[in-house]
């Protein structure tokens, strides 16, 4: 089970820090990543994390914003998003990839998702 959290409302400009609790003992074997949906659009990866947490990707749109970590000991998965803009607006999710440990950009290789945590920017 995949649960997040941290999600809200903020200015342009500002910070949230989403934050993905996972159930299960294999956890630190897992490819996870985190994928966003805006209304009226297609979900797209936002960034992606290896099993050990020592390589990541980012969407072009986030790349230098956006921060993905994992903290294994505690089944862990964290967003730190900075300069946060109004196109940000979605609902983001965690998703794990339990057949791979290395980095999934593609949300089809993902076979357990969240529930998704709504974040607001406004401008």
């Known amino acids: 089970q995949l649960v997040e959290s941290g999600g809200g409302l903020v200015q342009a400009g500002g910070s949230l820090r989403l934050s993905c609790a996972a159930s299960?003992?294999?956890?630190?074997?897992?490819?996870m990543g985190w994928f966003r949906q805006a209304p009226g659009k297609e979900r797209e990866f936002v960034a992606a994390?290896?099993?050990?947490?020592?390589?990541?990707d980012y969407a072009d749109s986030v790349k230098g914003r956006f921060t993905i970590s994992r903290d294994n000991s505690k089944n862990m998965v964290y967003l730190q998003m900075n300069s946060l803009k109004p196109e940000d607006t979605a609902v983001y999710y965690c998703?794990?990839?339990?057949?791979?440990?290395?980095?999934?950009?593609?949300?089809?290789?993902?076979?357990?998702w969240g529930q998704g945590t709504q974040v607001t920017v406004s401008s």
């Open positions: 998703a794990a990839d339990r057949q791979s440990m290395g980095v999934v950009t593609k949300s089809y290789d993902y076979d357990y």
């Open positions: 994390i290896n099993w050990s947490g020592g390589r990541t």
């Open positions: 299960g003992r294999n956890f630190n074997s897992y490819a």
